[in-house]
């Protein structure tokens, strides 16, 4: 009697998880609800399982979708069998289970220059939109530098010239876009200009030391 007391049971010798991340309480407890025979009892069973299924997860609790989740995963858990209202009023069946989910599909290229990438189609139909002749003049070179930049990315061992990246750009924005002449499209050489023209002049901290240096002998 006391050998078969403490006889082991085996998860091997248990029914299968239904869903494994509630664990077998939750799958044991909602077997309880389904045999409950009073309506109104199991409604109020069926509620408090759900809420300890949300406590599970308490950073999900204000949204309403994932409750209606758990109530289709209520319903899986018990092979369907659970006689009970949702909130939402719609009572999941088990074709659901079978329903494949919608495939995803992938942005059509509307260019054969891919290297490129997509976000550079997109800046070109920004740049070809703008009004403003400046701003736009140098979008394009910023855009062009780009592109330079991405192909040596994608072509490490080919030399790109910028009569190559003109002439891409032209193509991708239908003879719309075009560099300025005498002006570099090279990324690393339009950074150093532009850090160039951000640096301070040193003669100028110059004059204000030897300025602060008289003052303070005067003084």
């Known amino acids: 009697m006391a050998a078969e007391a403490h006889k082991m049971e085996y998860n091997s010798q248990r029914n ?13 407890l909602l077997a309880h609800v389904v045999e409950t025979e009073d309506d109104e009892e199991r409604q109020k069973l069926a509620n408090r399982m759900v809420a300890l299924m949300l406590q599970m997860n308490p950073q999900s609790k204000n949204l309403a979708e994932y409750k209606d989740k758990l109530w289709r995963h209520a319903f899986m858990i018990t092979d369907y069998k659970l006689n ?7 009572v999941p069946e088990e074709t659901e289970r079978r329903l494949k989910p919608q495939q995803l599909t992938y942005p059509s ?6 290297h490129y990438g997509h976000s550079v189609q997109d800046m070109i139909d920004k740049a070809i939109a703008m009004e403003d ?14 592109m330079k930049l991405a ?16 002439k891409d750009l032209a193509e991708l924005s239908g003879g719309k ?13 339009s ?5 160039q023209r951000r640096k301070p002049s040193r003669n100028n901290h110059k004059g204000r030391s030897n300025n602060n240096n008289r003052h303070r002998r005067r003084r």
């Open 84 to 90: 009970v209202k949702t909130p939402s009023g719609e």
């Open 133 to 146: 002749e400046e701003k736009k003049s140098m979008f394009v070179t910023v855009i062009a530098s780009y």
């Open 191 to 195: 950074q150093s200009m532009n850090r």
């Open 151 to 166: 192909y040596q990315t994608w072509n490490r061992e080919h030399y790109v010239n910028d009569e190559i990246i003109k």
């Open 16 to 28: 299968k998880l239904a869903i494994a991340e509630y664990g077998r309480n939750i799958q044991n």
């Open 109 to 114: 290229g509307r260019s054969r220059k891919r």
């Open 177 to 189: 876009l075009e560099v300025a002449e005498n002006v570099s499209i090279d990324y690393t050489k």
